[in-house]
């Protein structure tokens, strides 16, 4: 079966590490500066008083003026879902990450190990950890697994049999499939407020009226087939840091900070002659928020100086003074030199040219960010009824 765990709110419980107390306090993710005034994800005491995600920052404070605005923390957040994931891989479960906060994996192998499905989803949720309140759900579609978490209780695990999954979905909220929230609203006008209710509806009529997207969400709403688990190559994360007496706003300064950190990580023996393909740049603000920015090079290299021209640009959009800087190498080539041949084969540079490109996105935008058209109604007059896109493994 397909297992998944779900974190709700991830993202606010890693900013609200180091403040546990405002969990008991309506309590919400403050919007990014220069971005629209939407609220983020908000604690349970903030929903009981009316106050939704994604609802507009003035309207969120004239509903509750208690609301306590929380700065977002990208950093801290993706570190501490590391820390998860490696806990689950230790664990002896092979994950594949989804959004910070969602996580799969299949139970086959870990059934026999610890007695059982249930035993098994617990001995995940224990090293989840009991403060972020995971949830657990199996199932045989990994859709309805992720359907039953949502709906699970903290520290449950919820198994939906194969033969009740569409009635296990019928009643649930739209929300839980993957469209965007105009989609949401359009279906509801149309009086369509459930899973079950999607399901119902002629294929040929929801990708006319909804694309692709709605025709996927159609798929998985009537419970067939939505892929397998790909588990997650365990990453070797790579970091150091250099902390500043005082708050440093001056762009020089961080260049040089950035340049002493570089040398130190490519000094690094663990890197073992293998040259980044993904490298970050994390700073701690004057405040206690985070910045960090992420980039994924054209093309995996241990020069300096090449680094450096990559990252040096993303130091000019830092928000406020840094506190501490900190330089990580995300993902290392598998390669530590380019074997050169007498005679290439015809095709073979071309081939090969193109599978780094295809593994230069997946680094940069996730396993789901390639995919292959694969035919399956060539008959039908509907052209987003004749194909789909299925993520490719290779």
């Known amino acids: 079966m397909i297992a998944a765990i779900v974190i709700p709110a991830f993202d606010l419980r ?24 939407l609220i983020g994800s908000i604690t349970a005491v903030a929903e009981a008083k009316g106050v939704r995600p994604g609802m507009r920052l003035g309207e969120a404070l004239a509903m509750c003026p208690q609301l306590e605005l929380v700065e977002q923390d990208p950093a801290s957040a993706e570190q501490a879902w590391e820390e998860i994931l490696r806990r689950l891989e230790d664990a002896g479960f092979g994950v594949e990450p989804g959004d910070p906060g ?11 190990l610890y007695g059982g499905l249930e035993p098994a989803l617990k ?46 979905l019928a009643p649930l ?74 708050a440093v706003g001056n762009e020089l300064t ?18 073992a002659g293998r040259p980044p393909r993904k490298v970050a740049v994390w700073a701690r603000l004057v405040g206690g928020a985070s910045w960090r920015r992420t980039v994924t090079l054209r093309e995996p290299t241990a020069d300096p100086s090449r680094i450096r021209a990559a990252l040096a640009p993303k130091l000019a959009e830092l928000p406020a003074p840094a506190l501490k800087l900190r330089l990580e190498l995300s993902e290392l080539a598998e390669h530590t030199g380019e074997q050169l041949e007498l005679v290439a084969a015809e095709g073979e540079v ?22 292959t058209v694969v035919e399956v109604a060539p008959w039908s007059r509907i052209p987003e009824a004749r194909a789909l896109l299925v993520p490719r493994d290779d």
């Not at 890693?14 to 005034?37: C, E, I, M, V």
């Not at 969602?102 to 026999?112: A, D, L, M, N």
């Open 102 to 112: 969602t996580v799969y994996f299949e139970t086959k192998g870990v059934e026999r």
């Open 14 to 37: 890693a900013a609200l590490r180091l403040r546990p107390s405002l969990q008991a306090k309506p309590a919400a993710l403050a919007p990014l500066p220069g971005t629209d005034q």
């Open 173 to 246: 909220p739209l929300t839980l499939l993957p469209l965007e929230r105009d989609r949401y609203e359009e279906l509801e006008e149309l009086g369509v407020r459930t899973i079950g209710q999607l399901a119902g509806l002629p294929g040929a009529a929801v990708a006319e009226r909804l694309g692709p997207d709605g025709r996927r969400a159609w798929s998985l709403a009537r419970a067939e087939q939505d892929g397998k688990v790909a588990p997650r190559r365990p990453a070797v994360t790579l970091h150091e840091t250099l902390e500043f007496p005082e």
């Open 123 to 168: 001995r995940a949720l224990a090293a989840v950890g009991s403060v972020w309140d995971g949830r657990a759900g199996a199932a045989e579609r990994r859709f309805a697994a992720l359907a039953a978490a949502n709906v699970a209780r903290a520290g449950q695990a919820l198994i939906v049999s194969d033969d009740r999954t569409r009635s296990f």
């Open 350 to 371: 071309l081939r090969g040219q193109l599978r780094e490109g295809l593994r230069q996105v997946k680094a940069a935008v996730g396993a789901g960010g390639v995919s």
């Open 254 to 271: 961080l260049r040089r900070g950035l340049g002493v950190l570089l040398d130190r990580l490519l000094a690094r023996p663990e890197r």
